[in-house]
């Protein structure tokens, strides 16, 4: 639902832009594929993971690259947790306000490793959803407090969780 809560608060936007930080299939369980697809979205998505790349094509059952299935994202596959943002985000012209963060990592803790992470100095989002994973192990309650904690100091006002796993949050002066 993370996509049907960035279109109520951003009022059903046309042509956005996201950062999708833990994409996994561009179609299935996707937090960005709707707003792509169907509100002309563009934007970032980023996994460690290759399997829509020609090499694992035949693996997975498809003869659809993740270009094909998603034409308007650019697709990065790298360890999120090494990624320098700054320079990420420069190199592929990213605006400074944002409409949708997306963080979603497995392990969870490298969630919040990425939070951390990001330039958020630098860039605005009007609508992020952290997966805090607060119900799956002992760190899931720390990962939420420190993320809560953390975003609060940076501007954002957190909404709501669902399911003790997903956290959403908006910056109040963007949304």
């Not at 993971?49 to 697709?75: I, V, Y």
């Not at 490793?113 to 609508?127: E, G, M, S, T």
Request: charged share 30%; proline share 4%; net charge negative.
């Amino acid at each position: 639902g993370q996509d049907k809560f960035v279109r109520e608060m951003l009022k059903n936007k046309k042509n956005g832009f996201f950062i999708d930080i833990g994409c996994y299939q561009p179609i299935t369980i996707s937090n960005t594929y709707l707003l792509e697809i169907e509100d002309g979205w563009t934007g970032i998505g980023i996994d460690i993971m290759d399997h829509f790349e020609e090499s694992n094509l035949k693996e997975n059952n498809s003869s659809k690259h993740w270009a094909d299935l998603r034409p308007n994202t650019k697709h990065i596959i790298a360890d999120a947790v090494s990624i320098d943002y700054s320079a990420l985000f420069k190199l592929h012209k990213v605006p400074s306000i944002v409409d949708y963060l997306s963080l979603d990592i497995e392990p969870p803790d490298a969630t919040l490793k990425v939070l951390f992470k990001l330039p958020l100095d630098d860039y605005k989002f009007r609508v992020i959803t952290f997966e805090t994973d607060e119900y799956r192990d002992s760190n899931g309650r720390y990962r939420e407090e420190k993320s809560r904690e953390y975003l609060k100091t940076k501007g954002y006002k957190y909404i709501k969780t669902i399911n003790q796993q997903d956290d959403f949050y908006i910056h109040p002066e963007l949304v």
